[in-house]
């Protein structure tokens, strides 16, 4: 079975401060992605990546940055935290061919204070 | 723009009967849909996939895909109060790996 480990389960910041979320696959997928998930605006892409060294905005990259030096593992970066960017954090993974699934990971619960 | 809709709901149906949920696309470039399950609070999880035209069962629930017609849906069989969720129809269009997501229907599954 796909697993896909965020390193925090919840996590409580204040305003201003520089957060790292983590995200690890352990299938050796190809394709990463951090989605964020507010009540009444659905899944909303913030970027993805398809190659180490590689990532690619999505809809809503304001105020985020990522980065993926290993294949395994994307950080989601909030450069400078807003009370704006508490939400549920997403991530997610799958293999590059079209017929390929999104496997998620458990979430991250974030609230900037 | 691409676009998935979905009935936001709630669909409520009684233990034992049929539930159906539908979905449908305006990228006619489609071509993978999955159906996730995402109950309160958790992170959705794959029920099931389809890329052909017609029906595809997975014990008790069913997809169905007309692409002629942008639709796809998910038959949930002899609902069980366990199935109260929401459902994510998510379209993946053959060119990107991009996945685009519906809103979501929540489901609630009476006793």
């Known amino acids: 079975d796909v697993k896909v480990t965020q390193s925090s389960r919840y996590l409580v910041k204040r305003t201003g401060e520089k957060v790292f979320l983590e995200c690890v696959q352990d299938m050796d997928h190809e394709n990463m992605f951090w989605y964020r998930q507010d009540p009444g605006l659905g899944l909303r892409l913030i970027y993805f990546?398809?190659?180490?060294?590689?990532?690619e905005k999505g809809d809503i990259p304001e105020g985020y940055s990522v980065s993926r030096e290993k294949k395994e593992r994307f950080s989601l970066i909030l450069e400078s935290a807003s009370t704006n960017q508490t939400s549920m954090y997403l991530c997610?993974?799958?293999?590059?061919?079209?017929?390929?699934?999104?496997?998620f990971g458990n979430g991250t619960r974030l609230t900037v204070t | 723009q691409k676009e998935v809709e979905q009935n936001s709901g709630p669909l409520s149906v009684p233990e034992g009967a049929i539930a159906s949920l539908n979905c449908t696309y305006s990228d006619r470039g489609s071509q993978s849909f999955f159906w996730y399950r995402q109950y309160s609070g958790k992170s959705p999880e794959l029920i099931m996939f389809i890329y052909s035209n017609g029906d595809k069962e997975d014990g008790r629930f069913t997809a169905q895909l007309n692409k002629a017609s942008q639709y796809v849906s998910l038959l949930i069989r002899d609902s069980q109060p366990s199935d109260s969720a929401t459902y994510l129809c998510?379209?993946?269009?053959?060119?990107?790996?991009?996945?685009?997501f519906g809103p979501g229907t929540r489901l609630s599954v009476l006793p």
């Open positions: 997610a993974s799958s293999l590059s061919p079209g017929d390929s699934p999104l496997h």
């Open positions: 998510a379209v993946k269009i053959d060119y990107g790996q991009n996945f685009v």
């Open positions: 990546s398809y190659d180490v060294k590689m990532k």
